[in-house]
């Protein structure tokens, strides 16, 4: 299954979502997001993938966090805090996002991207 990592250019509907998302097993799809550029990219098999995509295009890494969509959820449990890429101490220290503030940007950029 080909993955085509990609930093949005323009809000997607969360429709647009789930053809991504059925090639996860639960459906969902992988995104990172840039709390300072307030970009987010998507579908990617992990996330380690989109953070290097971001990476590539100027991002700084302390601003990079994973999150998992799930386009099939309600509102509020459209976005998971969950990543592996989001474990770094002394910032962070479980794949859980545990600042609220960094949480609530994220929602913030997620509902700019996904309508």
């Not at 930093?7 to 840039?34: C, G, Q, T, W």
């Not at 709390?35 to 953070?51: G, N, P, Q, T």
């Not at 994973?66 to 959820?73: E, H, K, M």
């Not at 770094?88 to 996904?114: A, F, G, H, M, Y």
């Given at each position: ?28 799809v ?42 099939d959820?309600?509102a509020?449990?459209?976005?998971e ?25 994220i ?6 991207w996904?309508q």
């Amino acid at each position: 299954m080909k993955f085509t990592e990609q930093i949005l250019n323009k809000p997607i509907k969360r429709e647009e979502l789930a053809p991504f998302s059925l090639k996860m097993e639960p459906a969902l799809v992988k995104a990172v997001v840039d709390i300072e550029k307030e970009i987010m990219a998507i579908d990617a098999s992990m996330h380690v993938d989109l953070r290097d995509v971001l990476l590539k295009n100027g991002s700084a890494i302390q601003n990079l966090w994973g999150i998992n969509l799930y386009p099939d959820a309600s509102a509020e449990k459209l976005v998971e805090f969950d990543s592996m890429i989001n474990i770094r101490p002394p910032q962070n220290r479980s794949r859980d996002i545990e600042d609220e503030s960094i949480r609530e940007k994220i929602l913030t950029i997620v509902k700019k991207w996904i309508q």
